[in-house]
């Protein structure tokens, strides 16, 4: 079942700071991120496994709540360049399927 | 290193044609991926190769077939394109269900 995502679009302005969430129904083993630029292929961000950690990637971090199934992507500071749709990909055991979220739109202005 | 490689880049088909789309990796990886990604859906997996010699369905198999022909080399075939099969089709691999590369994408257009 595909994960749901939120917010389903958001715009900043540079310098500020935005969360996007990713729920399941189902007990998750992993969630993954990617990011996406018009017109280009997804880009891997990071993966966070059960356990509740919580990972890092420039200014870009997230976090995993395996007792709530949700994942949350952090962007501090926003630049330009973290422009593109972002999707979240969750696998409920070691060698499932990934399922991607339909993404959230995130646009930063000047 | 190319990566990730898909042919062609676009296409336009005609309903009841078919072709088969290309895509090879040059990363030694054992699983490959292809996903279409439609406007609002995400990226929906139509079939996977977990490794060299075997294929298993997705989400949205209906209407494809898929060929491993070696470790390197994942082809999709559509045998008679429909106007719902207009779509970006994007291939990956990776490791397992590690992080996925992704290849440019190949842009289809069924009339």
């Known amino acids: 079942q595909q994960p749901v995502q939120s917010p389903q679009a958001v715009i900043l302005r540079e310098g500020e700071d935005a969360v996007i969430n990713c729920s399941s129904s189902?007990?998750?083993?992993?969630v993954h991120w990617y990011r996406q630029k018009h017109g280009e292929a997804p880009v891997f961000l990071m993966i966070?496994?059960?356990?509740?950690e919580q990972k890092g990637h420039e200014k870009i971090s997230a976090s995993f709540n395996e007792k709530k199934q949700q994942s949350s992507l952090y962007l501090t500071a926003s630049q330009l360049s973290y422009s593109g749709t972002y999707f979240c990909?969750?696998?409920?055991?070691?060698?499932?399927?990934?399922?991607f979220g339909a993404g959230t739109i995130l646009r930063v202005k000047s | 290193n190319a990566g990730v490689t898909q042919t062609p880049k676009f296409q336009v088909l005609k309903t009841g044609q078919s072709m088969t789309l290309q895509c090879a990796q040059d990363?030694?990886?054992?699983?490959m991926y292809w996903y279409r990604q439609d406007p609002g859906m995400g990226l929906r997996l139509i079939y996977y190769s977990a490794s060299e010699g075997t294929t298993d369905k997705g989400e949205v198999p209906n209407g494809y077939n898929v060929s491993r022909l070696n470790k390197r080399e994942f082809s999709l075939r559509l045998e008679s394109a429909a106007p719902s099969q207009t779509s970006v089709y994007f291939c990956?691999?990776?490791?397992?269900?590690?992080?996925?590369?992704f290849g440019p994408g190949t842009r289809l257009t069924v009339t």
């Open positions: 990956a691999s990776s490791e397992a269900w590690q992080k996925q590369y």
């Open positions: 990363m030694n990886h054992n699983s």
């Open positions: 966070l496994l059960k356990g509740g």
């Open positions: 990909g969750t696998e409920a055991g070691y060698g499932n399927k990934l399922v």
């Open positions: 189902k007990a998750l083993y992993s």
